[in-house]
Nanobody
Framework: QVHLVESGGGLVQPGGSLRLSCAVS????????LGWHRQAPGSYRELIAS????????YYRDFVRGRFTISRDDASKTVYLQMNNLKPEDTAVYYC????????WGQGTQVTVAA
């Protein structure tokens, strides 16, 4: 059975950092595009970063480029999102998603950026 489990969210002050993790089970990383999405209250869910099936060619939305870094560790089957210089507008529930022959979402992890 396929599972994506996010962790690493929490409360952080503006300018701070967090690293989110997405533990993947039940699928091969090379068969899926892996991405991080987020949904703020009252907003739609949006893609913020993704990795190609090979794990190369990262893609970033403009509003996170230079601050966030997506990566993966094939040995542990974990996808990471390193978030630096966090801003209050980054407050949202962050979701991991695998896209391939099917789409699989994790349950999400809350990130709150506030003083």
């Amino acid at each position: 059975q396929v599972h994506l489990v996010e962790s690493g969210g929490g409360l952080v002050q503006p300018g701070g950092s967090l690293r989110l993790s997405c533990a993947v089970s039940g699928l091969e990383l090379n068969d899926y595009i892996l991405g991080w999405h987020r949904q703020a209250p009252g907003s739609y869910r949006e893609l913020i970063a993704s990795l190609s099936k090979s794990g190369k060619s990262p893609y970033y939305r403009d509003f996170v480029r230079g601050r966030f870094t997506i990566s993966r560790d094939d040995a542990s089957k974990t996808v990471y999102l390193q978030m630096n210089n966090l801003k209050p507008e980054d407050t949202a529930v962050y979701y991991c998603k695998a896209t391939g022959s099917s789409e699989i979402w994790g349950q999400g992890t809350q990130v709150t950026v506030a003083a």
